[in-house]
T-cell receptor, first 113, second 111 residues
Framework: DTAVSQTPKYLVTQMGNDKSIKCEQNLGHDTMYWYKQDSKKFLKIMFSYNNKELIINETVPNRFSPKSPDKAHLNLHINSLELGDSAVYFC????????????FGSGTRLTVV | GENVEQHPSTLSVQEGDSAVIKCTYSDSASNYFPWYKQELGKGPQLIIDIRSNVGEKKDQRIAVTLNKTAKHFSLHITETQPEDSAVYFCAPGGRDDKIIFGKGTRLHILP
């Protein structure tokens, strides 16, 4: 009965490849997010969706494309992977943006070699 | 946009002692003040939060205090235990806008 689940947990891939990370939440929340956590543990928002609609699109390379087929799912597709994309990516959800706590997934550690 | 600062960046306390982490923010419209705990290999987890109509909230050994005039709020952990070792983040919010996470405080509980 995991609240926010993301797969895979680990992803090792070569530069130039395309990869996807999937996220699903069973909390009935309206808003979902992707965050990137670097090696210094800084958490930076990448995207947020509210009920399948893109709300926040931070300054990330357009190689990153989120897709939300329904409000319970938010996937992240990354094209032409680069070494600097190596990080931990977290999916999260909340009842509403900004005024309610977030529930995070356990993260996907992406290593580009 | 919101400017969030967290202090200290690293904190070491003896087991059984108290720990305090402070978060300052710039947006006076913020009215939701959560703290998250991130253990090794896991995602951040909400541990306590407070809204602007309340000055203090306690949950067993943890508490959050808010000074809205000075625009800061703090996490207090009493009687610290080894399992309190983690990275703690504040993330003030309240507008229908993105929330910014603090840079984190790494708490070490010394035996």
């Amino acid at each position: 009965d995991t609240a926010v689940s993301q797969t895979p947990k680990y992803l090792v891939t070569q530069m130039g490849n395309d990869k996807s990370i999937k996220c699903e939440q069973n909390l009935g929340h309206d808003t979902m997010y992707w965050y990137k956590q670097d090696s210094k543990k800084f958490l930076k928002i990448m995207f947020s969706y509210n009920n399948k609609e893109l709300i926040i699109n931070e300054t990330v390379p357009n190689r990153f494309s989120p897709k939300s087929p329904d409000k319970a799912h938010l996937n992240l597709h990354i094209n032409s992977l680069e070494l600097g994309d190596s990080a931990v990516y977290f999916c999260a959800s909340s009842q509403r943006q900004g005024v309610y706590g977030y529930t995070f997934g356990s993260g996907t550690r992406l290593t580009v070699v | 946009g919101e400017n969030v600062e967290q202090h200290p960046s690293t904190l070491s306390v003896q087991e059984g002692d108290s720990a305090v982490i402070k978060c300052t923010y710039s947006d006076s419209a913020s009215n939701y003040f959560p703290w998250y705990k991130q253990e090794l290999g896991k995602g951040p987890q909400l541990i306590i939060d407070i809204r602007s109509n309340v000055g203090e909230k306690k949950d067993q050994r943890i508490a959050v205090t808010l000074n809205k005039t000075a625009k800061h709020f703090s996490l207090h952990i009493t009687e610290t235990q080894p399992e309190d070792s983690a990275v703690y983040f504040c993330a003030p919010g309240g507008r229908d806008d993105k929330i910014i996470f603090g840079k984190g405080t790494r708490l070490h509980i010394l035996p």
